[in-house]
């Protein structure tokens, strides 16, 4: 073997041990929100928001609140850092990024889903 | 009609391709056949594009899809862009680039091809890259025909209209989509993936061939072209995130970001193998891999983007596009990638005992370039199984995960692109190389020096830093010595230059940037990040009146400024968009994001409660069910007649226990011609707590919704408030200044590369009648021409 393969190899090898340690770290786990209470990890968490429950900005702390209902049923309290996302009332189904924490999630990012908001639907065009 | 036209179009792409690969083994006069296929499918794909255009900008909203994207409220650039809205639409424009590109493809070959006597008639390039070509777009017309956008409503809801109906309006565009960049970020993004089809088929001509010495000089300036259309159209997304959708950075490692950027980084890799290649003859197998690589995580990314697997992983949205069209595309992707990668098995011996020279030295340029286009590969390889990871396992991976590693491979990259600069082809002498590195260096130690003096204090950002300035010097010497000579030819070097202004432009706006929550109350001034800001109140947007700019003045050592960020209640979205305002401060941006407007209420949050019939609920230390509804002094009549004039009142019973005691309390609300009055309701004249009813809902579930006022608490008087994120992004002008460098850089190496392939075509015309064998030796002189050149 010559060396410039061997070098090859180590600088390879480094690379996908620096790789391996990095994605372990960074890695997010779907998740709902029984798991997430075992685990303390961050993860991801899909469901719907509880519309009927309050869900209110505050200023102070840059901190969205609202509930969320996961898929299995389950009810949690969901602090956002940020404001209400775009397109929050018309998503079909909010996935939260985050941990739980003190008793509710403390979501570092939620993404809304609204596929079906796309795409208009029978009721939609019926009103036309 | 349009159905029609697309059902043709694929038939004749498909005939097109046909032809061209029966004319591969020698039958010349299907040639002419492949090119008439081609140009009728070219010419019908485009037809189709202009009558789905027409219908957009006529408003046949009894098309499912016109009716899906656009209303008549439009301005006419948005409408146009409405053509790409949907998923039918985008395959379309991507069908519609492939056609255009493919004409100029096809004469593109047709004339390097004259060169080439029929005698040598293998050695022809346009008959299989034709025919690919022509296969690729066969393929997107064929999604289009089985995910047409020529639907009619009624053909898409049966059930829900009759035949012939045609709806009012559009259902329109949203909201998010609503500005310029809308109109140019698809279509630049879509050529470049256009684009990157053309290297992918001469790769595989040349492995089907098992020549390789004409497909690198034929592709090299499509591949370059690719590589910059595709370039700039990521960072026209980039800025379009960062300047309108207030996502507050250009980038944020979503998938959809990741799934075109890959590409693009495999294909700037291509480049440099292929440069190699020409010079030394090396890295041949290294180039064909990676030209069909890139193609293929174009489809790849299609895939990904488009079949909804990401679904819960990104901010983009992704429509289900169907069982057939996920199949569909799945079979395209496996297709090619089966084919491109067997090809290269299959070729595998050839290619591994074609004459390659000696082994290379280390210290030579190619292997720099080598290493280099490695390490680009490494930082795709890890966006890519980052980004595909949620179809791996049930997971996403955190954008610091692509941080983490691709700061270490930049640091890499700029400094291989310096060392590789001070390297000559072939062999270099290692005290030479060494003797060249001491001013490079010197500078750079000079401008390390000053930025840890001035406050860069992370290492590894001061490591990325340091190889920037190192290579953009080296880089901007070289340049700057070949631009007073030949300004065509210091494409790369000015490429890179870009490429590494862009680098200093990420360490400052991402690294340094700082960012604050601000709370502005109305008319009253506040100190954020150095600036004294104050929210002057909110005006609505002339020609927009349902838009608002909320109107900041900012102001700084006398020096003022305003700032209107938006704000606007959407229909469509069913609720608030923002837009953030930018003030470009040269050396910075001052960011400015809308959060919300808090408006005074008449009840806090904390004295409001909502109730169902018999529910019974604790505020303020007592308890309150609610009873029923007391419409004893509601006026049914009046209300039927319509008579608005006349006041009503509506009422509640409620049950208040307090001290063990309790009480019973009717609420009401009076309706007036100016809506709705809340009438104060106490349990006693000396109880300091006032009742009001807010709302009841009397169909579905009987409920209301009450406030309880404890009145020995002051009310707030607080004007309305703007809360905004407020950031400051250093030196993020280099940002978009190293890729308007860097574009310009891969648009002079392309020009300069189309000359060259011009001017050896003019040579080749007047060698035309040398001897039989010209062509071998007509490249070897384009060789020695071009290493001439340099």
């Given at each position: 073997?010559?060396?410039?393969?061997?070098?090859?190899?180590?600088?390879?090898?480094?690379?996908?041990?620096?790789?391996?340690?990095?994605?372990?770290?960074?890695?997010?786990?779907?998740?709902?929100?029984?798991?997430?209470?075992?685990?303390?990890?961050?993860?991801?968490?899909?469901?719907?928001?509880?519309?009927?429950?309050?869900?209110?900005?505050?200023?102070?702390?840059?901190?969205?609140?609202?509930?969320?209902?996961?898929?299995?049923?389950?009810?949690?309290?969901?602090?956002?850092?940020?404001?209400?996302?775009?397109?929050?009332?018309?998503?079909?189904?909010?996935?939260?990024?985050?941990?739980?924490?003190?008793?509710?999630?403390?979501?570092?990012?939620?993404?809304?889903?609204?596929?079906?908001?796309?795409?208009?639907?029978?009721?939609?065009?019926?009103?036309? | 009609?349009?159905?029609?036209?697309?059902?043709?179009?694929?038939?004749?792409?498909?005939?097109?391709?046909?032809?061209?690969?029966?004319?591969?083994?020698?039958?010349?006069?299907?040639?002419?056949?492949?090119?008439?296929?081609?140009?009728?499918?070219?010419?019908?794909?485009?037809?189709?594009?202009?009558?789905?255009?027409?219908?957009?900008?006529?408003?046949?909203?009894?098309?499912?899809?016109?009716?899906?994207?656009?209303?008549?409220?439009?301005?006419?650039?948005?409408?146009?862009?409405?053509?790409?809205?949907?998923?039918?639409?985008?395959?379309?424009?991507?069908?519609?680039?492939?056609?255009?590109?493919?004409?100029?493809?096809?004469?593109?070959?047709?004339?390097?091809?004259?060169?080439?006597?029929?005698?040598?008639?293998?050695?022809?390039?346009?008959?299989l890259v034709m025919g690919l070509y022509s296969l690729i777009l066969s393929f997107l017309a064929f999604i289009l025909v089985i995910k047409s956008p020529y639907l009619m409503v009624w053909e898409s809801f049966p059930n829900d209209v009759a035949v012939g109906f045609v709806p009012e309006d559009g259902r329109g565009l949203n909201p998010l989509l609503q500005n310029f960049w809308m109109t140019i970020h698809p279509p630049v993004l879509f050529s470049g993936f256009t684009a990157l089809a053309v290297p992918f088929c001469?790769?595989?001509?040349?492995?089907?061939?098992?020549?390789?010495?004409?497909?690198?000089?034929?592709?090299?300036?499509?591949?370059?072209?690719?590589?910059?259309?595709?370039?700039?159209?990521?960072?026209?997304?980039?800025?379009?995130?960062?300047?309108?959708?207030?996502?507050?950075?250009?980038?944020?490692?979503?998938?959809?970001?990741?799934?075109?950027?890959?590409?693009?980084?495999?294909?700037?890799?291509?480049?440099?193998?292929?440069?190699?290649?020409?010079?030394?003859?090396?890295?041949?197998?290294?180039?064909?891999?990676?030209?069909?690589?890139?193609?293929?995580?174009?489809?790849?990314?299609?895939?990904?983007?488009?079949?909804?697997?990401?679904?819960?992983?990104?901010?983009?949205?992704?429509?289900?596009?169907?069982?057939?069209?996920?199949?569909?595309?799945?079979?395209?992707?496996?297709?090619?990638?089966?084919?491109?990668?067997?090809?290269?098995?299959?070729?595998?011996?050839?290619?591994?005992?074609?004459?390659?020279?000696?082994?290379?030295?280390?210290?030579?340029?190619?292997?720099?370039?080598?290493?280099?286009?490695?390490?680009?590969?490494?930082?795709?390889?890890?966006?890519?199984?980052?980004?595909?990871?949620?179809?791996?396992?049930?997971?996403?991976?955190?954008?610091?995960?692509?941080?983490?590693?691709?700061?270490?491979?930049?640091?890499?990259?700029?400094?291989?692109?310096?060392?590789?600069?001070?390297?000559?082809?072939?062999?270099?002498?290692?005290?030479?190389?060494?003797?060249?590195?001491?001013?490079?260096?010197?500078?750079?130690?000079?401008?390390?020096?000053?930025?840890?003096?001035?406050?860069?204090?992370?290492?590894?950002?001061?490591?990325?830093?340091?190889?920037?300035?190192?290579?953009?010097?080296?880089?901007?010497?070289?340049?700057?010595?070949?631009?007073?000579?030949?300004?065509?030819?210091?494409?790369?070097?000015?490429?890179?230059?870009?490429?590494?202004?862009?680098?200093?432009?990420?360490?400052?706006?991402?690294?340094?940037?700082?960012?604050?929550?601000?709370?502005?109350?109305?008319?009253?001034?506040?100190?954020?990040?150095?600036?004294?800001?104050?929210?002057?109140?909110?005006?609505?947007?002339?020609?927009?009146?349902?838009?608002?700019?909320?109107?900041?003045?900012?102001?700084?050592?006398?020096?003022?400024?305003?700032?209107?960020?938006?704000?606007?209640?959407?229909?469509?979205?069913?609720?608030?968009?923002?837009?953030?305002?930018?003030?470009?401060?040269?050396?910075?941006?001052?960011?400015?994001?809308?959060?919300?407007?808090?408006?005074?209420?008449?009840?806090?949050?904390?004295?409001?409660?909502?109730?169902?019939?018999?529910?019974?609920?604790?505020?303020?230390?007592?308890?309150?069910?609610?009873?029923?509804?007391?419409?004893?002094?509601?006026?049914?009549?009046?209300?039927?007649?319509?008579?608005?004039?006349?006041?009503?009142?509506?009422?509640?019973?409620?049950?208040?226990?307090?001290?063990?005691?309790?009480?019973?309390?009717?609420?009401?609300?009076?309706?007036?011609?100016?809506?709705?009055?809340?009438?104060?309701?106490?349990?006693?004249?000396?109880?300091?707590?006032?009742?009001?009813?807010?709302?009841?809902?009397?169909?579905?579930?009987?409920?209301?919704?009450?406030?309880?006022?404890?009145?020995?608490?002051?009310?707030?008087?607080?004007?309305?408030?703007?809360?905004?994120?407020?950031?400051?992004?250093?030196?993020?002008?280099?940002?978009?200044?190293?890729?308007?460098?860097?574009?310009?850089?891969?648009?002079?190496?392309?020009?300069?590369?189309?000359?060259?392939?011009?001017?050896?075509?003019?040579?080749?015309?007047?060698?035309?009648?040398?001897?039989?064998?010209?062509?071998?030796?007509?490249?070897?002189?384009?060789?020695?021409?071009?290493?001439?050149?340099?």
């Amino acid at each position: 073997m010559n060396k410039k393969t061997l070098i090859g190899i180590v600088i390879i090898a480094i690379f996908l041990a620096v790789g391996f340690f990095a994605f372990m770290d960074n890695k997010v786990e779907y998740a709902n929100f029984k798991k997430a209470t075992e685990t303390h990890k961050t993860c991801q968490v899909k469901g719907s928001w509880v519309r009927e429950k309050e869900s209110k900005f505050d200023a102070q702390t840059n901190q969205f609140t609202f509930y969320m209902k996961d898929e299995n049923g389950v009810e949690m309290k969901v602090i956002l850092d940020g404001a209400k996302p775009n397109n929050f009332e018309m998503a079909e189904n909010v996935v939260a990024k985050g941990k739980i924490k003190d008793g509710h999630f403390h979501a570092k990012e939620v993404l809304t889903k609204c596929p079906s908001k796309y795409e208009g639907t029978g009721e939609d065009i019926k009103r036309n | 009609m349009g159905n029609l036209l697309l059902n043709i179009a694929f038939a004749s792409a498909l005939l097109a391709s046909i032809c061209y690969f029966i004319s591969n083994g020698g039958k010349e006069k299907f040639i002419r056949y492949g090119r008439m296929f081609y140009h009728i499918a070219a010419v019908l794909v485009i037809s189709s594009a202009a009558y789905l255009l027409y219908l957009i900008i006529t408003h046949q909203f009894q098309l499912t899809y016109v009716w899906n994207y656009s209303s008549r409220d439009l301005p006419w650039n948005l409408l146009i862009s409405t053509f790409y809205a949907g998923q039918e639409g985008s395959f379309h424009l991507w069908a519609f680039l492939t056609a255009v590109l493919g004409v100029f493809l096809l004469s593109y070959l047709a004339n390097r091809d004259i060169e080439i006597k029929s005698s040598n008639y293998k050695e022809k390039y346009e008959p299989l890259v034709m025919g690919l070509y022509s296969l690729i777009l066969s393929f997107l017309a064929f999604i289009l025909v089985i995910k047409s956008p020529y639907l009619m409503v009624w053909e898409s809801f049966p059930n829900d209209v009759a035949v012939g109906f045609v709806p009012e309006d559009g259902r329109g565009l949203n909201p998010l989509l609503q500005n310029f960049w809308m109109t140019i970020h698809p279509p630049v993004l879509f050529s470049g993936f256009t684009a990157l089809a053309v290297p992918f088929c001469f790769a595989i001509t040349a492995l089907i061939k098992n020549e390789y010495s004409r497909w690198m000089k034929l592709g090299l300036p499509w591949t370059l072209f690719g590589g910059m259309i595709l370039g700039l159209g990521i960072m026209l997304g980039g800025y379009w995130a960062y300047g309108v959708l207030g996502w507050g950075g250009y980038w944020g490692w979503d998938p959809v970001e990741n799934s075109s950027f890959v590409p693009w980084i495999v294909v700037v890799a291509a480049i440099h193998t292929m440069v190699s290649e020409e010079r030394t003859g090396k890295f041949k197998k290294t180039s064909l891999i990676l030209c069909i690589t890139a193609y293929l995580l174009v489809l790849y990314s299609t895939f990904l983007t488009r079949s909804g697997v990401l679904g819960d992983a990104s901010v983009h949205s992704f429509v289900d596009p169907g069982q057939e069209v996920y199949l569909f595309l799945i079979v395209f992707l496996s297709l090619f990638g089966g084919g491109g990668i067997g090809l290269v098995l299959f070729r595998l011996k050839s290619l591994r005992t074609a004459p390659s020279e000696q082994q290379s030295q280390l210290l030579s340029r190619e292997s720099a370039l080598f290493v280099g286009a490695i390490t680009l590969c490494a930082a795709a390889l890890v966006i890519a199984v980052g980004t595909s990871w949620p179809i791996i396992a049930k997971g996403t991976v955190e954008p610091e995960f692509y941080n983490r590693m691709n700061l270490p491979l930049a640091i890499l990259i700029a400094s291989i692109n310096g060392f590789s600069m001070l390297l000559k082809w072939r062999y270099s002498e290692e005290k030479q190389f060494l003797k060249s590195l001491y001013i490079p260096l010197g500078f750079t130690a000079l401008i390390t020096i000053v930025l840890v003096i001035i406050g860069v204090r992370d290492f590894i950002i001061a490591l990325l830093a340091a190889a920037a300035f190192f290579a953009l010097f080296i880089n901007l010497e070289i340049a700057y010595r070949i631009f007073t000579k030949d300004k065509v030819k210091a494409g790369p070097y000015i490429a890179h230059m870009g490429l590494m202004i862009l680098f200093l432009g990420i360490i400052g706006s991402a690294r340094y940037s700082e960012e604050v929550n601000v709370s502005l109350p109305l008319n009253e001034t506040k100190h954020a990040l150095g600036y004294n800001m104050t929210y002057k109140g909110a005006t609505p947007i002339k020609g927009d009146e349902e838009k608002f700019h909320f109107n900041v003045i900012v102001e700084k050592e006398g020096r003022g400024f305003l700032l209107q960020p938006v704000m606007y209640y959407s229909e469509y979205s069913e609720g608030v968009m923002k837009n953030p305002d930018i003030a470009n401060l040269v050396v910075k941006d001052l960011y400015l994001s809308p959060m919300a407007l808090e408006t005074p209420q008449d009840f806090s949050s904390s004295d409001m409660l909502s109730l169902k019939k018999g529910e019974e609920k604790e505020i303020h230390g007592m308890k309150v069910k609610f009873v029923n509804f007391d419409m004893s002094k509601f006026d049914r009549e009046a209300m039927q007649e319509g008579k608005d004039n006349k006041d009503n009142i509506m009422g509640a019973e409620i049950e208040v226990t307090m001290d063990g005691k309790t009480q019973k309390v009717i609420i009401e609300q009076k309706i007036t011609s100016a809506g709705a009055e809340n009438i104060p309701s106490k349990i006693s004249d000396n109880d300091k707590h006032t009742f009001y009813l807010l709302n009841m809902s009397v169909s579905g579930e009987s409920a209301v919704e009450i406030a309880v006022v404890n009145d020995s608490i002051p009310k707030s008087d607080a004007p309305e408030t703007l809360v905004l994120t407020a950031s400051i992004k250093p030196f993020i002008n280099l940002v978009w200044g190293g890729t308007i460098i860097m574009v310009l850089g891969f648009f002079a190496s392309l020009l300069r590369r189309y000359r060259l392939i011009k001017s050896g075509h003019r040579k080749a015309e007047r060698n035309t009648d040398s001897s039989s064998g010209h062509s071998k030796n007509g490249s070897r002189k384009k060789k020695s021409h071009l290493q001439e050149q340099d």
